[in-house]
């Protein structure tokens, strides 16, 4: 089906790993995003990127690197994981051309131990 | 500067009663809002968008929001609840101009709890 796939979708690490989370999709999407949700915080916006080989910081990207080295894929990297970064991660693309459009993945929930 | 304030964290109906859950918004440029929901360990799904056409927006489940441009508020309500109902909302909104374009700013969300 098409749509926005994440993997893992389930990841325990000790603090001081590291990890990549990828997100692939498969609609030509120009416009990727990587989010976190955390409770009583709604989403925030990690990294972004507008089209392959781009990449830009939202609100909270500390602690993390992205790629966007094919259109179709967008790594989140996490270098040295620490406990704060227990979350839920959320990916997204959109197309250009319009502020709606956007298809979420299923999430990957990440705990730091 | 853009935002979004969902008034309530949480709010309990019984079956059968109206829903409502309040949304303000700020933004610096026409905007685009939208309600998702999210049940229990799953992901995020559309309830509805508003784009700048007519105010009052239906979507799935029953659902609908009214645009309120000089209340900046964009309050998602249900005449009935369902037990199924039950989940977290989340408000969004996103610029339809300038540098952040198509960004999404999304409120801290409100849990929804249908008693039967």
Same mark, same amino acid.
């Given at each position: 089906?098409?749509?926005?796939?994440?993997?893992?979708?389930?990841?325990? %690490?000790?603090?001081?790993?590291?990890?990549?989370?990828?997100?692939?999709?498969?609609?030509?999407?120009?416009?990727?995003?990587?989010?976190?949700?955390?409770?009583?915080?709604? *989403?925030?916006?990690?990294?972004?990127?507008?089209?392959?080989?781009?990449?830009?910081?939202?609100?909270?990207?500390?602690?993390?690197?992205?790629?966007?080295?094919?259109?179709?894929?967008?790594?989140?990297? %996490?270098?040295?994981?620490?406990?704060?970064?227990?979350?839920?991660?959320?990916?997204?693309?959109?197309?250009?051309?319009?502020?709606?459009?956007?298809?979420?993945?299923?999430?990957?929930?990440?705990?730091?131990? | 500067?853009?935002?979004?304030?969902?008034?309530?964290?949480?709010?309990?109906?019984?079956?059968?009663?109206?829903? *409502?859950?309040?949304?303000?918004?700020?933004?610096?440029?026409?905007?685009?809002?939208?309600?998702?929901?999210?049940?229990?360990?799953?992901?995020?799904?559309?309830?509805?968008?508003?784009?700048?056409?007519?105010?009052?927006?239906?979507?799935?489940?029953?659902?609908?929001?009214?645009?309120?441009?000089?209340?900046?508020?964009?309050?998602?309500?249900?005449?009935?609840?369902?037990?199924?109902?039950?989940?977290?909302?989340?408000?969004?909104?996103?610029?339809?101009?300038?540098?952040?374009?198509?960004?999404?700013?999304?409120?801290?969300?409100?849990?929804?709890?249908?008693?039967?």
């Amino acid at each position: 089906n098409a749509g926005v796939t994440q993997t893992p979708k389930f990841r325990v %690490l000790k603090t001081g790993q590291s990890m990549t989370l990828l997100c692939a999709q498969d609609m030509n999407h120009e416009y990727m995003y990587w989010y976190r949700q955390d409770p009583g915080m709604g *989403l925030r916006l990690i990294h972004y990127s507008v089209g392959e080989g781009t990449t830009a910081k939202g609100e909270v990207p500390d602690g993390y690197n992205v790629s966007r080295l094919k259109k179709q894929n967008f790594l989140l990297g %996490l270098e040295s994981a620490a406990p704060s970064q227990t979350s839920v991660y959320f990916c997204a693309s959109r197309s250009n051309g319009g502020a709606y459009g956007y298809t979420f993945g299923s999430g990957t929930r990440l705990t730091v131990v | 500067a853009q935002s979004v304030t969902q008034l309530d964290s949480h709010v309990s109906v019984s079956e059968g009663t109206p829903v *409502l859950l309040r949304c303000n918004y700020s933004s610096s440029y026409s905007p685009s809002l939208f309600w998702y929901v999210q049940h229990p360990n799953k992901g995020l799904q559309l309830l509805l968008k508003y784009t700048s056409a007519a105010t009052l927006v239906k979507g799935i489940n029953g659902f609908e929001a009214e645009f309120k441009k000089s209340e900046t508020s964009f309050h998602l309500t249900k005449p009935s609840a369902h037990m199924s109902d039950a989940a977290e909302y989340f408000c969004v909104v996103s610029d339809r101009g300038g540098s952040t374009l198509g960004r999404l700013y999304f409120g801290r969300g409100t849990q929804l709890t249908v008693w039967p």
